[in-house]
């Protein structure tokens, strides 16, 4: 791995990842990020056929949005793991899932609330449209799979909770892209809501075992893991 190329699109991240041998995305944004991940992806020198794979965290639309955009225009292939691909390829499978998730604490709850009411609207909008492609992804991931075949020397870590299918990518030398596991706005912290509480904190139990440098989450600025306490 030769480069981490962060993508800010607003309140959501993606990953640019420069390889010996082409490029790897890590989320996509929402459906209408797709002019700002070209741009990205121009600015690093990543030409159609350049870009081996788009690594999808988890099925949430600011995750999957532009997902089908880029792996047309850049010839690619989308991978994710298979518990979340029912809302790749469904307005109302991701809205249903929406509607279900619960949250820690009473704020959080009245939060979630309304950032479910909102991206529900949001959702809708899009469908009206047509602005969101849905996809079928070409490969499903699983937990433990290693990356090396598509030149990026990092393995698959399966950590749902947040989604039943969300998973982290953690590379060889210690940087882990955690999707909506943890976030890192005033300063790092677990994510308050997901379709499985308890999951979540296994999830978060088992990056224990790992050795994690560099964590780049969905939401917020990247931080050390130490800054966590989990060593």
Known sequence: MKEIIPIKLGFVNCYLIKTDTGFILIDSGCSGDFHKIEEALDNAGCLPGNLKLIIITHGDGDHTG???????????????HKYDSDMAESFDKKTDRLKKRKAKGLVSGIMWKTVMFISCMKFNRE???????????????????????????????????????????????????????????????????????????????????????????????PFGMNSMGVK
């Open 66 to 80: 532009s997902a089908s955009y880029i792996r047309n225009k850049y010839d690619s292939v989308i991978a994710m």
């Open 127 to 221: 469908k009206e449209k047509a602005a969101f492609s849905g996809f079928k992804p070409g490969v499903y991931l699983d937990d433990g799979q290693d990356l090396n075949e598509y030149g990026f020397p990092a393995k698959v870590l399966y950590i749902p909770g947040h989604t039943n299918g969300s998973i982290g990518i953690l590379t060889g030398t210690g940087d882990l892209f955690c999707g909506d596991l943890l976030y890192n706005y005033k300063k790092p912290a677990v994510w308050p809501q997901g379709e499985d509480l308890k999951a979540i904190d296994s999830s978060v139990e088992r990056l224990k075992k790992f050795k994690i440098g560099m964590v780049y989450p969905g939401h917020g600025k």
